[in-house]
């Protein structure tokens, strides 16, 4: 159903692993999302990049280092994470900001 | 600050009842949005209404939008088991364009 893709879909690393995420889109969509879904959360945005730029980072720390090399891919560089870092990480895109959001199923993933 | 607040945070209904999820949000919107997720999948988007609107359909969904109190609701008709999932409520607000604000959901079972 998703025409946006996540790997891995489940993830568990050590607080002094180095790891990625990953998101691919195929609609054409210029915005894409890095979104934490924790449990009794509201979804928290991480950060927005619209045409390949940077248009938002929400206080996020710098264990978190996004990537988004073409308008298709973008990526989530993890290190030293705290085991609170421990969530569904999401990814989406959008034709433009603002307009309905695809989503993909996410990385589960798990902090030691 | 958290823009959008479902209520009722979970509600359990009968196969062919109705069900209706209600979200208000705080500051004046571009448009607002509902998503559906369904257990251990990403956000399914649903319906958008603008700000200048006051009701859309689609298929069996209903959204209404109250700007005057700031408040949405979304009306499912003769739910189904499949119908069970959580419901997101987001909100693209006037002062922050395209950077979507969820609510915290209402988790929807719809038993057989």
């Known amino acids: 159903e998703t025409g946006v893709t996540q790997t891995p879909r489940h993830l568990v690393m050590g607080m002094t692993n180095k790891k990625s995420l990953k998101c691919e889109q195929h609609l054409g969509h210029n915005a894409m999302y890095w979104y934490k879904q924790s449990a009794k959360k509201p979804l928290e945005l991480m950060f927005v990049y619209s045409l390949e730029e940077r248009v938002e980072n929400n206080s996020v720390p710098s264990r978190f280092s996004p990537e988004c090399p073409n308008s298709s891919h973008l990526f989530l560089h993890l290190h030293t994470l705290q085991p609170e870092d421990s969530a569904l990480y999401l990814c989406?895109?959008?034709?433009?900001?603002?307009?309905?959001?695809?989503f993909g199923d996410g990385t589960r993933l798990s902090i030691l | 600050s958290q823009q959008g607040e479902e209520d009722p945070q979970a509600l359990s209904i009968q196969e062919g009842e109705n069900a209706t999820m209600n979200c208000s949000y705080k500051t004046s919107i571009n448009n607002l949005q509902w998503y559906r997720q369904n257990s251990g999948r990403g956000l399914v988007h649903l319906i958008l209404?603008?700000?200048?609107?006051r009701e859309k359909h689609s298929g069996r969904l209903r959204v209404t939008l109250d700007t005057s109190k700031k408040s949405s609701s979304l009306l499912i008709t003769a739910s189904r088991a499949a119908d069970t999932a959580s419901y997101f409520c987001a909100t693209d607000r006037s002062s922050n364009t395209g950077k979507l604000i969820f609510g915290q959901g209402t988790t929807l079972q719809v038993k057989p």
């Open positions: 209404i603008r700000s200048n609107e």
């Open positions: 989406a895109s959008s034709q433009e900001m603002g307009q309905p959001q695809h």
